[in-house]
Nanobody
Framework: QVQLAESGGGLVQAGASLRLSCTAS????????MGWFRQTPGKEREIVAH????????YYADPVKGRFTISRNRASGTLFLQMDNLKPEDTAVYYC?????????????????WGPGTQVTVSS
């Protein structure tokens, strides 16, 4: 069983930056896509960004396009989410996930491993 763990969340002011990281309890296959999701109370978990197995293909949800950057270090097996120009509406618990296949997806069902989440709070 693989366990994912997110880090890097916190409380920041609007306009600030944060960098989230996701590591695994054991080395994940570098042939799998990965993704970042976020969730606020009372709402469904939504896609933020996903990345293919080699980093060559990325996707961003409209609300974060131009502000967030997803990347991965295949050598270390670490996934990152650079979040710039944060807005109060970005406040959520952020989750990383490992996909079943080589490419990420906006579909939560495409992922078989999830981290416990890290809180990001952006004050106005």
């Amino acid at each position: 069983q693989v366990q994912l763990a997110e880090s890097g969340g916190g409380l920041v002011q609007a306009g600030a930056s944060l960098r989230l990281s996701c590591t695994a309890s054991r080395r994940l296959s570098t042939n799998n896509g990965m993704g970042w999701f976020r969730q606020t109370p009372g709402k469904e978990r939504e896609i933020v960004a996903h990345i293919s197995w080699n980093g060559g293909s990325t996707y961003y949800a409209d609300p974060v396009k131009g502000r967030f950057t997803i990347s991965r270090n295949r050598a270390s097996g670490t996934l990152f989410l650079q979040m710039d120009n944060l807005k109060p509406e970005d406040t959520a618990v952020y989750y990383c996930a490992s996909a079943r296949r080589a490419y990420g997806s906006s579909d939560r069902g495409a992922y078989n491993y999830w981290g416990p989440g890290t809180q990001v709070t952006v004050s106005s």
